[in-house]
Nanobody
Framework: QVQLVESGGGLVQAGGSLRLSCAAS????????MGWFRRAPGKERQFVAA?????SVADSVRGRFTISRDNAKNTVYLQMNSLKPEDTAVYYC????????????????WGQGTQVTVSS
């Protein structure tokens, strides 16, 4: 069983930056593909970024968000720059067994989420 704990969310003005972290425990971190998703109020869960043997980033955040991982620290990061009010959402970290790169929410484990609010 893998446990995922997100941190780093908060309130930021438009144009600002935040760095989300997701600490994993209970599994072999390097054997998991990792992803970030988000859910805005009244909207469906949306893919943001994923990392495994490569990275994938949603069109809506490409050029502003960067996903990375540190296998030695069992942590995946989401660096968010040039934030916009439409980035406001709860951001979820997810883990998928196998070195796969998935942009759909078919992940095996999910964190509890961290709120990101971008004010205009």
């Amino acid at each position: 069983q893998v446990q995922l704990v997100e941190s780093g969310g908060g309130l930021v003005q438009a144009g600002g930056s935040l760095r989300l972290s997701c600490a994993a425990s209970g599994g072999t971190f390097s054997s998991y593909g990792m992803g970030w998703f988000r859910r805005a109020p009244g909207k469906e869960r949306q893919f943001v970024a994923a990392i495994s043997w490569a990275t994938s980033v949603a069109d809506s955040v490409r050029g502003r968000f960067t996903i990375s991982r540190d296998n030695a620290k069992n942590t995946v990061y989401l660096q968010m720059n040039s934030l916009k009010p439409e980035d406001t959402a709860v951001y979820y970290c997810a883990a998928k067994l196998g070195r796969v790169l998935s942009t759909i929410p078919d992940y095996d484990y999910w964190g509890q989420g961290t709120q990101v609010t971008v004010s205009s």
